[in-house]
């Protein structure tokens, strides 16, 4: 925490590579772990005379962001070119917007964890492309890889909106699962597809003007979006407490040691020299073109995840993990999509092995959950099975392991391993009769009054039936004659 007469004012510049086959302005390809410098061309690499053609996905994808994040979508924006110079950047200068970018006014909603929600302003949205990469830890000298150049990014601007570390890592958590719903980015931040930059300055409490900002870089994970607004808000603080005045710079997180490291001095807008790119015609969005997006988003994760609460009554808890993760609260709805018994407890047992059983699976990152061995068909089917009381809730998890192995569906697994649960009373009773029989000294004890004894008699009867007794009847029939005994 910091000293609570002051106050962080924070916004978040959050840049995302976009999942497009080929490069912003040419038909490169944007594949990872290419050959370094394999992917280039003379567009990418800006050599003199050639000309850029955008790539139609990059005003698609962005349009996507932009209706999900509530903005309004220029009908005509234009490219800039942002001028610096940087051994892994050929041309010189980055292509980016600047004036008129496509999207902005937006907002979206952070919910805390008791509930309560806040709006967080986003000033634009715009497209830009990735640099190269430099590479110093492979060599005596450094070296450039510039499969990278051209690769489409989008530039995700908020308003200074954020009071607090935990507001900002909400935001961020919030627009990762935005991108990866949308299927713009993958999301990962440890290799920075999704990447965070954030303007941090404090003020007094009920001050109204904002202080000198700095610029906080390289956080690549929620936690170290906590770790270093906090430490560069004491800092700032302790700056401030000492008399002393907070410098406008650029500032590296430095996860090994926990503090930030000055980068450079921070630049301002007119130190890039930006002008309008001579080589690009403006993008022009046509009303048709933003209904077609709009008809094409997919549900908005927390409209989905209430409404999961609402339809299927699983808990609040159940459907935030279901619906973190797209792909996740697909495999979910195509089990309850596929359910014959379709009530409370069949929903619910869906939502447990989803999140319980297919989710272990998957975070041990054997499998992914779009190729999961136990197709959604398939798990439905074996909740079924348990509902109808074909198989107890114990047998269903070794049909499950087996339905992992083999992609077996569960009604053969069961056959072919004799796993019909016995729900047979006569069968029951002889079973009970003999457990009784070879356990007197613990019937005798329950009789005296120890009755915690019968859970190991329900034990003790459940594995003489090889695990396949109805548990509920095993517990009823055992009840039944050991109240006789008593009486
Ligand atoms: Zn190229």
């Keep these: 925490m910091w000293n609570p007469n002051y106050e962080p004012v924070i916004g978040l510049e959050v ?33 003199p005379g050639v000309l850029p053609v955008l790539n139609k996905n990059h005003v698609e994808f962005i349009i996507r962001m932009g209706l999900a994040t509530n903005c309004s979508i220029a009908p005509r924006s234009i490219f800039a070119r942002k001028n610096y110079f940087y051994p892994d950047l050929p041309k010189g200068y980055q292509i980016s917007q600047y004036e008129e970018p496509i999207c902005s006014n937006g907002s979206i909603e952070i919910e805390f964890e008791d509930a309560t929600t806040k709006t967080i302003g986003i000033t634009r949205i ?44 909400l935001y961020m958590a919030k627009i990762r699962q935005l991108v990866t719903y949308l299927g713009i980015c993958d999301g990962n931040m440890e290799e920075g597809n999704l990447r965070c930059d954030a303007n941090v300055s404090v003020r007094k409490k009920g001050e109204t003007r904002l202080g000198t900002k700095t610029e906080v870089k390289n956080m ?27 410098v406008q710079e650029t500032l590296l997180w430095d996860p090994d040691r926990s503090i930030v490291i000055p980068m450079r001095s921070k630049e301002e807008a007119h130190d890039y020299r930006y002008f309008p790119d001579p080589d690009l015609v403006p993008v022009l969005v046509h009303e048709e073109w933003i209904k077609d997006v709009m008809s094409s988003l997919p549900e908005d994760p927390t409209v989905r995840r209430n409404r999961f609460v609402a339809e299927y009554k699983v808990p609040k808890y159940d459907a935030e993990i279901l619906t973190a993760e797209k792909p996740l609260a697909d495999y979910f709805e195509g089990v309850t999509g596929q359910l014959k018994i379709r009530n409370e407890e069949s929903f619910k047992l869906a939502s447990n092995w989803t999140m319980g059983d297919v989710l272990r699976v998957v975070n041990a990152g054997k499998t992914a959950i779009s190729d999961f061995p136990v197709s959604p068909v398939h798990l439905a089917e074996m909740i079924d099975l348990i509902i109808d009381g074909t198989i107890s809730g114990k047998i269903a998890k070794e049909v499950f392991e087996e339905m992992l192995n083999t992609r077996e569906a569960p009604r053969a697994v069961v056959e072919r391993k004799g796993l019909v649960q016995v729900s047979d009373t006569g069968a029951l009773e002889k079973i009970i009769d003999e457990v009784l029989a070879a356990n007197g000294a613990q019937v005798e004890s329950y009789l005296s009054g120890k009755t915690q004894v019968f859970g190991f008699l329900v034990g003790a009867a459940m594995k003489a039936t090889k695990g396949k007794g109805n548990p509920k009847l095993v517990n009823e029939l055992l009840r039944k004659k050991l109240e006789q005994r008593e009486g």
Excluded: W
């Design 220 to 246: 690549n994970s929620f936690r170290f979006v906590e770790k270093a607004l906090e430490y560069e808000i004491n800092r700032q603080i302790d700056l401030l407490e000492h008399g002393e005045r907070v």
């Design 15 to 47: 840049h995302a590579q976009l999942l497009t086959h080929s490069k912003a302005f040419c038909s490169c390809s944007t594949d990872f772990g290419a050959e370094p410098n394999s992917n280039v061309c003379p567009v990418c690499l800006g050599m």
């Design 126 to 169: 715009h497209m830009e492309v990735d640099a190269g990469k430099s590479i110093h830890d492979q060599d005596a000298d450094t070296l450039v890889d510039v499969n990278r150049c051209g690769v489409p990014l989008i530039e995700i601007v908020s308003e200074p909106d954020m009071r607090s570390p935990r507001e900002a890592s």
